[in-house]
């Protein structure tokens, strides 16, 4: 018998009850995780904190190490590598094995490493772990392979340079001092082989002593005393017949190879000569000395520093010393090493020095020593990148290919550096990548000097392409005025821009926002400005009851300034404001330049809009800007509010803290905030009754009901009689009530919700603060209507009507409501109600004082469950995870566009995630990006060529806005209700917890990933990842997905260093890298995710690292990086003439019998430890070894089968001779018995 199952007879019930499903649309997801790959590409930028330098002569291949551990390599402009090693040791020493594509780093460790300069990724082949003695210096002469290794206890230990493997030979220290000497030398601080007499090694210790060492002897020849001296450094003059040392107190000491007991010269280049019975002047220490010599002339001797303590105000210096001739060159920074640049690597031959490299500690200054005055090389790599801090990085790979032309063009017409030499670059080594990318990139630096930098980084190098000074318009700041809010004034925050119509804006610390457009040709113009009060405000008390009738109003004279949460800026920059609200509103904290400017080519101003003070207190940091060429409109925001400005009219559209952009429906208890502080209301007969307002308010319960409504911002040429009237009708009509509760509740949106109210858009009043604005605004609007009774236009319908706050511009502006309030959802308890951020341990139902815009995105879409089309609209993103939607209204281009304000309402709707918004973008129907329109750049010149439209607009903009026009015209059905709406369009919200596909316009949530609950986002954003064709696997003979140009993923990077990838729009996951953790919080702010799967973030305050996500791009970066090793002969040594040779004849020593195991045995294991490679030519090697092992076991497969059908064939040969002997004799005996019979045989 069946067993009756009641649940299936309640489910069959509910299931033939509710409606039925609606089909979602399939959509084919073209990536997979076989195409994510992360990997460094390259890094741009000066060495941070260098610490050691070295150079090949013969490669010219400079190498610069760091305090990080990294080594920089550097070659022909555009020739550039980085390396790291394992650990963070900082890098003592660069020694290169010259020509040999080998380099020696000696780190604080301990440590030495020997790296393959001979593939595109250098790699180490050994290493080297000093574990008993600390290594202080190493010399490596030319063209050996034995290296000398010094000591911090005195001692000089050999090690072979291609097996890294210590010799026996040991120069201790008690051998290399006299026997009466009671006292330690010191650590060594220079090693040094004799130019003509390899077998001479001189050594210099801290104390001052310096001992000549023979090598085959093993015993100290000479021994020179500089008695109370620290020595430095250590030069041989090229003959071998003198030395020059340096010491702390700024001198120099000459010796005489012969002649140890007595220097041959000792003098202060930069001291004077101590007169009788005084000392001599003290001088700071020379660290360096160099001795080159020339065929023609006098010797160089180049030292750094030496200059006298008493001479303040000095820089740090190089002194370049020729015969007579003394030259002080000084520099910006502490100098950290010099090299001289010669043409030979002979030691023993004339330098003819042509060139110094000076490393300082942020700069690189090469110096040309065969032009009168020495002059500087002009430097062309991209190491000005910190000239100003760098605050903010924007990349835009796969830009509009114009671009980079038009920057180079206006770049190479600024002013260029004058007095910099005009010979070649000395360091041409290396060679650039085979292959390039296939798309334009260009990088913006904003820095902390208000200046902005356009780099090209097409393919992997960077190039300046302009630079823009955005402190040029404001003035001059006087030396003693400085508050503790302005050590960088201009500094840059935020970059925004359009591409395709060039129109840039940035946002500075001090609150300001400047627009630029590109123009070509000079222009002398006047700086608009905007002066907007935008202050957070929280009021102790709920918002009064609207249903009573407001009180008479003042007259409009005395209407409140926009120094509230909802105020708006009055017509002019300076805001006319009652004499209280006066003092309230303050000033910006730069002032623009008045009277007319002259703006050169390029980046010209457009507007500049600034935030006051209010109440003395600064504006707080701008936190997200926005810009749209197409709309016209500007928008940013800060932990105050929101502020929409109309960049076409020159005035402010929207003006609101943040609180009163949900209204009545704000999910949270707002508490006061401590700065600024709470505002009084002016007094007044309106403020009176408002006050009586205030007090039958808060009488009230928390859960009394209240009414809902919206605001949008009209133009008082678009108000009506009709409009007036409704406004009046409504102000007495009793209006639809909500609960305090149901207006708390979130809108997630989430799909497979049982409640359809979970999906409802919330309603939304402008608040309290704004009622006296409202009310203001309205009896402007009735003496505007008085003025324009022939005017008439479309009625918009309200239930619950308000005026909104006052527009900048040239009149003032009326404002209505036309959207209904609902009733909100319920908050989804899955997700914990409201999300909080990172930065608050409180439940978002609890009390809040500070809630900021960070994140904004101009699109067109659907506003509202019920719209049948697009349009254009602001999605505004929260730090507390609130998404809101503002729906704008543009007037018709051309005249209209330039008289008409543009409408700006919200829409009602809210959307709620976890932690604060980071990115939002938009797809279609087919999980394709939806980008926001723009209006094409023109050349001003050509515009006015070009046939024009009858209201004089553009041809390029008319294309534009035929394509808006278009998307307003899709014919909607004819009852636009939810269940007869498909979706047709999805919205990204990424947060730092959370990431959605909301469909829409049904505001449905097709997807949800929680992304990290131990961590947080830092970085989000929707990117194309690949542009490349299908691939073939060649092992497992597997094909990979073929990938759309469009094919694009959510790209994250979290605080805990691991970068991920997802799907969209269903959320897959598609990568999780463990990349790097966020040591600094510089990496978060200046993370940038990119187009093609690109990115990048400043590594060092000096350097930026670029980065990509696509598999396809690392494999062709192999081909893209460049070559550093080249195979170029070596110069050939000098030429010893015949009587020299013939009267002195230098002994030639065999290193190999002096240092080998053979003759002084092996080192103890205790003193150093050998460490194999991992990488490198020698994982080569062993691919390769295990390659031709297969190559030779195939070959010896094919011989032996070779042999084996060789004797196949002897053997069937065989057999066919035996064949045919067998067929013969058959034949004879046939022929034999063939006539004869049977009786006969």
Same mark, same amino acid.
């Given at each position: 018998?069946?067993k009756?199952?009641?649940?299936?007879v309640?489910?069959?019930?509910t299931?033939?009850?509710?409606?039925p499903?609606?089909?979602?649309?399939?959509?084919?997801?073209t990536?997979?995780?076989?195409h994510?790959?992360?990997?460094?590409?390259?890094r741009?930028?000066?060495?941070?904190?260098?610490?050691a330098?070295?150079?090949?002569?013969?490669?010219?291949?400079?190498?610069?190490?760091?305090?990080?551990?990294?080594?920089r390599l550097?070659?022909?402009?555009? #020739?550039?590598?980085?390396?790291?090693?394992?650990?963070d040791?900082? #890098?003592?020493q660069?020694? *290169?094995?010259?020509n040999?594509?080998a380099?020696?780093?000696?780190?604080?460790?301990?440590?030495?490493?020997?790296?393959?300069?001979?593939q595109?990724?250098?790699a180490?082949?050994?290493?080297?772990?000093?574990?008993?003695?600390?290594?202080?210096?190493?010399?490596?002469?030319?063209?050996?392979?034995?290296?000398?290794?010094?000591?911090?206890?005195?001692?000089?230990?050999?090690?072979?340079? $291609?097996? *890294?493997?210590?010799?026996?030979? /040991?120069?201790?220290?008690?051998?290399?001092? $006299?026997?009466?000497?009671r006292?330690h030398?010191? &650590?060594?601080?220079?090693?040094?082989? =004799?130019?003509?007499?390899?077998?001479?090694?001189?050594?210099?210790?801290?104390?001052?002593?310096?001992?000549?060492?023979?090598?085959?002897?093993?015993?100290?020849?000479?021994?020179?005393?500089?008695?109370?001296?620290?020595?430095?450094?250590?030069?041989?003059?090229?003959?071998?017949?003198q030395?020059?040392?340096?010491?702390?107190?700024?001198?120099?000491?000459?010796?005489?190879?012969?002649?140890?007991?007595?220097p041959?010269?000792?003098?202060?280049?930069?001291?004077?000569?101590?007169?009788?019975?005084?000392?001599?002047?003290?001088?700071r220490?020379?660290?360096?000395?160099?001795?080159?010599?020339?065929?023609?002339?006098?010797?160089?001797?180049v030292?750094?520093?030496g200059?006298?303590?008493?001479?303040?105000?000095?820089?740090?210096c190089?002194?370049?010393?020729?015969?007579?001739?003394v030259?002080?060159?000084e520099?910006?920074?502490?100098?950290?090493?010099?090299?001289?640049?010669?043409?030979?690597?002979?030691? =023993?031959?004339?330098?003819?020095?042509?060139?110094?490299? #000076?490393?300082?500690?942020?700069?690189?200054?090469?110096?040309?020593?065969?032009?009168p005055?020495?002059?500087?090389?002009?430097?062309?790599y991209?190491?000005?990148?910190?000239?100003?801090?760098?605050?903010?990085?924007?990349?835009?790979?796969?830009?509009?290919?114009?671009?980079?032309?038009?920057?180079?063009? /206006?770049?190479?017409?600024q002013q260029k550096k004058?007095?910099f030499?005009?010979?070649?670059?000395?360091?041409?080594?290396?060679?650039?990548?085979?292959?390039?990318?296939?798309?334009?990139?260009?990088?913006?630096?904003?820095?902390?000097?208000?200046?902005?930098? *356009?780099w090209?980084?097409?393919?992997? !190098?960077?190039?300046?392409?302009?630079?823009?000074?955005t402190?040029?318009?404001?003035?001059k700041?006087?030396?003693?005025?400085?508050?503790?809010?302005?050590?960088?004034?201009?500094?840059?925050?935020?970059?925004?821009?359009?591409?395709e119509?060039r129109?840039?804006?940035?946002?500075?610390?001090?609150?300001h926002?400047?627009?630029?457009?590109?123009?070509?040709v000079?222009t002398?113009v006047?700086?608009?400005?905007?002066?907007?009060?935008?202050?957070y405000?929280?009021?102790?008390?709920?918002?009064?009851?609207?249903?009573?009738?407001p009180?008479?109003?003042?007259?409009?004279?005395?209407?409140?300034?926009s120094?509230?949460?909802?105020?708006?800026?009055?017509?002019?920059?300076?805001?006319?404001t009652?004499?209280?609200?006066?003092?309230k509103?303050?000033s910006?904290?730069?002032?623009?330049?008045?009277?007319p400017?002259k703006?050169?080519?390029?980046?010209?101003?457009?507007?500049?809009?600034?935030?006051v003070?209010?109440?003395g207190?600064?504006?707080?940091?701008?936190?997200?800007?926005?810009?749209?060429?197409?709309?016209?409109?500007?928008?940013f925001?800060?932990?105050?509010?929101?502020?929409?400005?109309?960049?076409?009219?020159?005035?402010?559209?929207?003006?609101?803290?943040?609180?009163?952009?949900?209204?009545?429906?704000?999910?949270?208890?707002r508490?006061?905030?401590?700065?600024?502080?709470?505002?009084k &209301?002016?007094?007044?007969l309106g403020d009176?009754?408002?006050?009586?307002?205030?007090?039958?308010?808060?009488?009230?319960?928390?859960?009394? $009901?209240?009414?809902?409504?919206?605001?949008v911002?009209?133009?008082?040429?678009?108000?009506?009689?009709?409009k007036?009237?409704?406004?009046k009708?409504?102000?007495?009509?009793?209006?639809?009530?909500m609960? +305090?509760a149901?207006? !708390?509740?979130?809108?997630?949106?989430?799909?497979?919700?049982?409640?359809?109210?979970?999906?409802?858009?919330?309603?939304?009043?402008?608040?309290?603060?704004?009622s006296?604005?409202?009310?203001?605004?309205?009896?402007?609007?009735e003496a505007?209507?008085?003025?324009?009774?022939?005017?008439?236009?479309?009625?918009?319908?309200?239930?619950?009507?308000?005026?909104?706050?006052?527009?900048a511009? !040239?009149?003032?502006?009326?404002?209505?409501?036309k959207?209904p309030?609902?009733?909100?959802?319920?908050?989804?308890s899955?997700?914990?109600?409201?999300?909080r951020?990172?930065?608050?341990?409180?439940?978002?139902?609890? =009390?809040?004082?500070?809630?900021?815009?960070?994140?904004?995105?101009?699109?067109?879409s659907?506003?509202?469950?019920?719209?049948?089309?697009?349009?254009?609209?602001?999605?505004?993103?929260?730090?507390?995870?609130?998404?809101?939607?503002?729906v704008?209204?543009?007037?018709?281009?051309?005249?209209?566009?330039?008289?008409?304000?543009?409408?700006?309402?919200?829409?009602?709707?809210?959307?709620?995630?976890?932690?604060?918004?980071?990115?939002?973008?938009?797809?279609?129907? =087919?999980?394709?990006?939806?980008?926001?329109?723009?209006?094409?750049?023109?050349?001003?010149?050509?515009?006015?060529?070009n046939?024009?439209? +009858?209201?004089g607009?553009?041809?390029?903009?008319?294309?534009?806005?035929?394509?808006?026009?278009?998307?307003?015209r899709?014919?909607?059905?004819?009852?636009?209700?939810?269940?007869?709406?498909?979706?047709?369009?999805? #919205?990204?919200?990424?947060?730092?917890?959370?990431? +959605?596909?909301?469909?829409?316009?049904?505001?449905?949530?097709?997807?949800k990933?929680?992304?990290?609950?131990?961590?947080?986002?830092?970085?989000?954003?929707?990117?194309?990842? %690949? +542009?490349?064709?299908?691939?073939?696997?060649?092992?497992?003979?597997?094909?990979?997905?073929?990938?759309?140009?469009?094919?694009?993923?959510?790209?994250?990077?979290?605080?805990?260093?691991h970068?991920?990838?997802?799907?969209?729009?269903?959320?897959?996951?598609?990568?999780?890298?463990?990349?790097?953790?966020? %040591?600094?919080?510089r990496?978060?702010?200046?993370?940038?995710?990119?187009?093609?799967?690109q990115?990048?973030?400043?590594c060092t305050?000096?350097?930026?690292?670029?980065?990509?996500?696509?598999?396809?791009?690392?494999?062709?970066?192999?081909?893209?990086?460049?070559e550093?090793?080249?195979?170029?002969?070596?110069?050939?040594?000098?030429?010893?003439?015949?009587?020299?040779?013939?009267f002195?004849?230098?002994?030639?020593?065999?290193?190999?019998?002096?240092?080998?195991?053979?003759?002084?045995?092996?080192?103890?294991?205790?003193?150093?430890?050998?460490?194999?490679g991992?990488?490198?030519?020698?994982?080569v090697?062993?691919?390769?070894?295990?390659?031709?092992?297969?190559?030779?076991?195939a070959r010896?497969a094919?011989?032996?089968?070779?042999?084996?059908?060789?004797?196949?064939?002897?053997?069937?040969?065989?057999?066919?001779?035996?064949?045919?002997?067998?067929?013969?004799?058959?034949?004879?005996v046939?022929?034999?018995?063939?006539?004869?019979?049977?009786?006969?045989?």
């Amino acid at each position: 018998m069946k067993k009756f199952n009641f649940k299936k007879v309640l489910d069959g019930l509910t299931s033939s009850s509710a409606p039925p499903a609606k089909p979602e649309t399939e959509i084919t997801e073209t990536l997979g995780s076989e195409h994510f790959q992360v990997s460094k590409t390259v890094r741009h930028g000066f060495p941070y904190q260098p610490t050691a330098m070295a150079y090949d002569p013969v490669q010219h291949i400079l190498a610069i190490g760091c305090k990080s551990g990294s080594i920089r390599l550097f070659g022909r402009p555009g #020739v550039d590598c980085h390396v790291m090693h394992d650990n963070d040791a900082a #890098v003592l020493q660069l020694i *290169f094995l010259v020509n040999e594509g080998a380099l020696v780093s000696v780190c604080s460790d301990d440590s030495l490493h020997l790296w393959n300069l001979r593939q595109k990724r250098p790699a180490i082949l050994h290493s080297l772990k000093y574990n008993r003695e600390r290594i202080t210096y190493c010399h490596l002469p030319f063209q050996s392979k034995w290296l000398y290794i010094g000591t911090e206890r005195g001692n000089v230990h050999i090690a072979n340079i $291609e097996s *890294f493997v210590l010799s026996g030979y /040991v120069i201790n220290w008690n051998k290399a001092i $006299e026997l009466s000497q009671r006292t330690h030398p010191g &650590p060594v601080v220079s090693l040094s082989d =004799n130019p003509t007499d390899s077998s001479k090694l001189l050594i210099g210790f801290e104390t001052g002593m310096i001992v000549q060492w023979d090598l085959k002897t093993k015993a100290a020849e000479c021994r020179y005393a500089c008695e109370q001296q620290t020595l430095h450094s250590l030069a041989w003059h090229h003959e071998g017949k003198q030395f020059m040392c340096s010491h702390s107190d700024g001198s120099l000491t000459v010796w005489n190879y012969r002649s140890p007991s007595k220097p041959a010269q000792v003098f202060q280049p930069h001291g004077h000569p101590a007169q009788k019975g005084s000392k001599p002047e003290a001088c700071r220490p020379i660290m360096k000395v160099a001795w080159p010599t020339q065929r023609t002339g006098d010797p160089f001797i180049v030292f750094s520093d030496g200059l006298p303590y008493e001479r303040s105000g000095r820089r740090p210096c190089i002194t370049v010393m020729q015969g007579k001739s003394v030259t002080v060159l000084e520099m910006e920074y502490p100098v950290v090493n010099f090299l001289p640049v010669s043409s030979t690597p002979w030691p =023993n031959d004339f330098q003819d020095p042509y060139a110094i490299i #000076v490393l300082l500690e942020n700069d690189l200054v090469v110096i040309d020593l065969t032009t009168p005055g020495y002059p500087c090389f002009q430097n062309p790599y991209p190491m000005d990148l910190h000239e100003s801090p760098v605050t903010c990085c924007t990349y835009y790979a796969d830009c509009p290919p114009e671009m980079i032309p038009a920057f180079y063009t /206006v770049g190479s017409r600024q002013q260029k550096k004058t007095g910099f030499s005009d010979k070649n670059w000395p360091v041409k080594g290396g060679e650039w990548g085979t292959s390039t990318c296939s798309y334009p990139e260009i990088i913006i630096t904003g820095h902390a000097d208000g200046s902005l930098k *356009f780099w090209d980084a097409s393919a992997v !190098t960077l190039q300046l392409l302009y630079k823009l000074r955005t402190s040029k318009i404001f003035e001059k700041q006087p030396l003693n005025q400085s508050t503790e809010y302005e050590e960088d004034p201009f500094a840059i925050v935020k970059i925004a821009m359009c591409c395709e119509s060039r129109i840039l804006c940035v946002a500075g610390t001090s609150g300001h926002v400047i627009v630029y457009r590109y123009n070509k040709v000079e222009t002398t113009v006047d700086v608009p400005t905007l002066e907007i009060a935008l202050v957070y405000e929280v009021d102790d008390l709920d918002s009064p009851d609207t249903d009573q009738i407001p009180p008479p109003m003042p007259p409009p004279s005395s209407s409140v300034g926009s120094a509230g949460s909802g105020g708006m800026p009055s017509p002019s920059p300076h805001h006319s404001t009652s004499s209280e609200g006066a003092e309230k509103v303050g000033s910006p904290l730069l002032k623009v330049k008045s009277g007319p400017q002259k703006m050169v080519p390029g980046y010209q101003v457009d507007l500049c809009a600034q935030l006051v003070t209010v109440e003395g207190e600064p504006p707080s940091q701008i936190l997200c800007l926005a810009i749209n060429s197409l709309y016209g409109l500007m928008a940013f925001g800060n932990m105050q509010g929101l502020a929409i400005v109309d960049i076409i009219q020159k005035t402010t559209l929207l003006n609101l803290g943040t609180p009163d952009l949900y209204g009545s429906a704000d999910p949270y208890t707002r508490t006061q905030p401590r700065s600024p502080q709470r505002k009084k &209301p002016p007094a007044g007969l309106g403020d009176l009754g408002e006050a009586q307002a205030v007090e039958q308010e808060r009488c009230r319960s928390p859960t009394t $009901e209240r009414d809902e409504s919206n605001g949008v911002c009209l133009s008082p040429t678009g108000t009506t009689r009709k409009k007036l009237a409704d406004i009046k009708r409504n102000r007495n009509q009793p209006r639809p009530r909500m609960s +305090k509760a149901h207006s !708390t509740a979130s809108m997630e949106g989430n799909g497979g919700d049982d409640s359809d109210d979970m999906n409802n858009s919330l309603s939304m009043s402008w608040g309290s603060s704004v009622s006296r604005l409202f009310r203001t605004e309205l009896i402007k609007a009735e003496a505007m209507l008085r003025r324009q009774r022939s005017s008439s236009t479309s009625s918009v319908g309200s239930q619950s009507p308000k005026v909104a706050p006052k527009c900048a511009g !040239t009149d003032p502006h009326v404002a209505s409501h036309k959207c209904p309030g609902r009733d909100s959802p319920k908050a989804d308890s899955k997700d914990g109600s409201f999300s909080r951020s990172r930065s608050s341990s409180m439940s978002s139902l609890e =009390n809040v004082s500070a809630e900021g815009i960070n994140c904004l995105s101009f699109t067109e879409s659907y506003t509202r469950k019920t719209d049948p089309v697009t349009s254009p609209c602001l999605w505004v993103g929260t730090t507390l995870g609130s998404v809101l939607v503002i729906v704008l209204n543009l007037p018709p281009q051309g005249d209209q566009r330039l008289t008409q304000p543009v409408i700006v309402s919200p829409s009602g709707t809210i959307l709620r995630l976890k932690g604060a918004i980071l990115a939002m973008s938009f797809l279609d129907c =087919n999980g394709m990006t939806i980008p926001p329109l723009f209006a094409k750049w023109e050349d001003p010149k050509k515009k006015d060529e070009n046939r024009e439209t +009858k209201d004089g607009q553009s041809m390029n903009q008319r294309r534009g806005w035929q394509q808006l026009q278009h998307l307003h015209r899709q014919k909607a059905p004819s009852s636009p209700t939810t269940e007869t709406i498909s979706d047709r369009q999805f #919205v990204v919200i990424c947060s730092e917890k959370q990431a +959605k596909v909301i469909s829409l316009p049904s505001q449905t949530c097709a997807y949800k990933l929680n992304i990290t609950e131990t961590s947080f986002v830092c970085k989000a954003d929707v990117v194309s990842i %690949a +542009k490349h064709q299908s691939k073939v696997g060649h092992s497992t003979n597997l094909t990979k997905k073929k990938v759309r140009n469009d094919s694009v993923c959510l790209a994250c990077f979290l605080a805990n260093g691991h970068i991920m990838t997802f799907s969209l729009p269903s959320l897959r996951p598609l990568l999780d890298s463990d990349f790097l953790p966020l %040591a600094d919080m510089r990496i978060a702010q200046t993370f940038s995710f990119s187009n093609c799967g690109q990115a990048l973030y400043l590594c060092t305050p000096s350097e930026i690292q670029r980065i990509t996500l696509a598999a396809d791009t690392c494999e062709s970066l192999q081909e893209m990086l460049c070559e550093l090793f080249l195979p170029v002969d070596t110069p050939e040594g000098p030429k010893q003439s015949f009587f020299k040779g013939l009267f002195s004849s230098p002994s030639i020593v065999d290193k190999e019998e002096l240092f080998g195991e053979a003759a002084s045995g092996k080192a103890s294991r205790s003193v150093a430890k050998h460490i194999p490679g991992t990488g490198g030519i020698e994982g080569v090697k062993a691919e390769s070894g295990s390659a031709m092992a297969e190559v030779q076991k195939a070959r010896m497969a094919l011989v032996e089968r070779g042999e084996k059908l060789s004797e196949l064939e002897e053997r069937t040969e065989a057999l066919k001779v035996g064949s045919e002997l067998y067929a013969s004799s058959a034949h004879q005996v046939m022929e034999k018995y063939k006539n004869k019979k049977w009786y006969q045989l």
